[in-house]
Every structure is written in structure tokens, then in C-alpha cells.
């Protein structure tokens, strides 16, 4: 069982910078891969960010140029750094964590950017 734990979401205004990050707990030494998701109210889920076991990684079109994910030395942590923001990144950003045929899920996290 692998448990994740986000930080870092909060208020910030436009064109500011927020760090998330996400710790895994517990049976981490079969994940693969990070990766984070956003949703909007009223909006379809959207991939933001994955990174793999080979520090590979993959960013939305939406985000590119303005966030960076990476993994913590320990290898058992990912963070989300954000920098840019616009109002229309504001969303519950949910890291999720790949192990073995399963795939695990943090409690989410809300960010939101004013204009």
C-alpha cells in the first residue's frame, strides 16, 4: 500500500509561483511514476505533468515552458513547481503515484491564482 500526501497548494496572484509537493508512504519501492492532475468546477480533468523512473517527463501544452516536475532525491517524493500562474491554472491538483497495476491517488490540493 502506498499513501500520498500533497502540500503546497494555496492563494496566489497572477504571474506568482506555488511549489506542490507530493510525499509517498508505506511500499514506494515499486513506483514507476509521478504525475499530476488538475480539475477545474466545471471543467474535464486534465493531465498537467508525469515523470517517470528515468526522470522522463511529460507536461500539457497548457503548462509547458511554466512548470516543472521533478523527484526528490529520496525518490520517494515529487514536487510541482508552478511559476507564471494564471487564473486559469486555478484547480484541485491531484498527484497520483504508478506502482505494479496500481495506480494511487493523493487527497488533492487547491490552488487558486487571482487576477
Known amino acids: 500500500q502506498v499513501r500520498l500526501v500533497e502540500s503546497g497548494g494555496g492563494l496566489v496572484q497572477a504571474g506568482g509561483s506555488l511549489r506542490l509537493s507530493c510525499a509517498a508512504d508505506?511500499?514506494?519501492?515499486?513506483?514507476?511514476?509521478f504525475g499530476w492532475y488538475r480539475q477545474a468546477p466545471g471543467k474535464q480533468r486534465e493531465l498537467v505533468a508525469t515523470?517517470?523512473?528515468?526522470?522522463?517527463?511529460y507536461y500539457a501544452d497548457s503548462v509547458k515552458g511554466r512548470f516543472t516536475i521533478a523527484r526528490g532525491d529520496a525518490k520517494n517524493w515529487v514536487y510541482l513547481r508552478m511559476d507564471s500562474l494564471k487564473p486559469e491554472d486555478a484547480a484541485v491538483y491531484s498527484c497520483?503515484?504508478?506502482?505494479?497495476?496500481?495506480?494511487?491517488w493523493g487527497q488533492g490540493t487547491q490552488v487558486t491564482v487571482s487576477s
Open positions: 508505506g511500499s514506494t519501492s515499486s513506483i514507476y511514476a
Open positions: 497520483y503515484a504508478d506502482d505494479l497495476g496500481r495506480r494511487y
Open positions: 515523470i517517470d523512473s528515468h526522470s522522463s517527463t
